[in-house]
């Protein structure tokens, strides 16, 4: 009869304790809105809740980020929050969880955002939720779905569901002092007036420091492609220009070598053009013993020659395998994912440059000079996104 009684118990004890809704998944489940204006829409490029350790009992804050997919500027977010209890670790408290509606099962937490988002850009959004500690003296830690739903400009777009953990234990201090609502506007009450006395000190207002005036250089010479050709008198004022070669402008130019050398002769003077094998480089050879390297990139069906040099950056892991570079305006930078079939967008912070979506590499040509700082984004992304800076300066010695 013991026996019986026992088995009895641990047969309810699996039933509870499987009748929760729980899922094996950690992954964001999603749902896209239908919209009646769409040419509005956003995408909540990631979710991230901390801590992650979190107990029950403790504040949590969910960082955003929200990506204009539309072509209208976003002008007002609303974040609703719903917090839905899957399962609990408490025995007694996860049998009294079966016997709940959904609707006294979940907690709900809005709120409302006025930041601009222009098309393809993003921006961080940030709100701090409780979470409940006890229910009739029975800790509630255990399993959770958070829910986001994001909405822009009132437009409903889209919901994302991820789960969340939390521990037993005492709430720390830290995780229980932050603010839940967002704090109101404080209209501050006028000082009064102060008469300054003749001996008082002026105030000195500081000189503002200048912005650097943006710099463009254009490291172009000529399209390999249209030489001999449309652009065999470019190709020679460059030379004439760069080397002082006064004798360029009779000079007869070949191409030759599977048309991977272009040759300019005139008596018994040249100039060589040599595409490197398998390489981007190209060497420039003059008969008085000069070299120089040049580079050449596939644009519009060409192979377009340039003077500037190509940086190459990794991506591995995630995040950038350099957080700060230094170029010069002209040269060209080359993004390098080794993460196998992952697929990143970069976006530049203030919209300088637009996004760039990849799965191996991706090319950009700096022209201009000025800091550019950029985050790496990927789907289901859970922390925040990883930023580096290129600051392109003007080379003075070109």
Do not use: H
């Not at 201009?368 to 700082?373: A, V």
């Amino acid at each position: 009869m013991k026996r019986l009684i026992s088995i009895v118990i641990i047969l309810l004890i699996v039933a509870f304790s499987g009748c929760t809704d729980q899922k094996d998944s950690a992954q964001p489940e999603g749902q896209i809105f239908e919209r009646a204006n769409l040419n509005l829409n956003g995408e909540m490029m990631s979710i991230e809740l901390t801590p992650t350790d979190a107990r029950a009992g403790e504040n949590i804050t969910a960082k955003l980020v929200v990506s204009n997919t539309g072509s209208e500027i976003i002008k007002s977010e609303t974040i609703e929050i719903q917090a839905k209890a899957r399962s609990l670790n408490d025995f007694l408290a996860n049998l009294a969880l079966t016997m709940m509606s959904n609707e006294k099962k979940t907690m709900t937490f809005p709120a409302e955002f006025t930041e601009e988002i222009k098309p393809q850009m993003f921006k961080t959004l940030t709100r701090v939720f409780p979470t409940p500690r006890e229910l009739k003296g029975r800790n509630l830690a255990g399993s959770y779905d958070i829910t986001v739903i994001l909405s822009v400009n009132g437009q409903k777009v889209e919901s994302k569901t991820i789960e969340l953990k939390l521990g037993s234990g005492t709430p720390r201090e830290i995780y229980t002092r932050q603010e839940i609502e967002l704090t109101p506007a404080i209209t501050a009450t006028p000082a009064p007036a102060v008469t300054a006395t003749p001996t008082a000190t002026p105030i000195t207002t500081p000189t503002p420091v200048p912005t650097p005036e943006k710099v463009t250089v254009d490291s172009y010479i000529f399209s390999w492609t249209d030489v001999p050709g449309t652009d065999e008198t470019r190709l020679k004022e460059y030379l004439k220009t760069k080397y002082s070669l006064d004798w360029i402008d009779n000079a007869k130019i070949e191409k030759t070598n599977g048309s991977k050398v272009i040759t300019l002769n005139s008596d018994d003077k040249y100039v060589s053009l040599t595409m490197v094998e398998n390489g981007i480089d190209i060497n420039l050879t003059i008969n008085d013993g000069r070299t120089d390297i040049f580079i050449w990139m596939f644009e519009n069906s060409k192979q377009n020659v340039y003077s500037g040099k190509l940086i190459t950056t990794k991506i591995m892991s995630k995040k950038f395998v350099e957080d700060d570079l230094q170029i010069d305006a002209g040269d060209w930078m080359q993004w390098r994912n080794y993460d196998k079939d992952m697929k990143y967008t970069i976006a530049e912070r203030n919209g300088q440059i637009p996004n760039m979506t990849f799965v191996s590499r991706e090319y950009y040509y700096f022209k201009t000079t000025g800091t550019y700082t950029f985050k790496l984004l990927y789907q289901n992304m859970r922390v925040e996104p990883p930023v580096q800076t290129i600051a392109v300066k003007l080379n003075t010695s070109q």
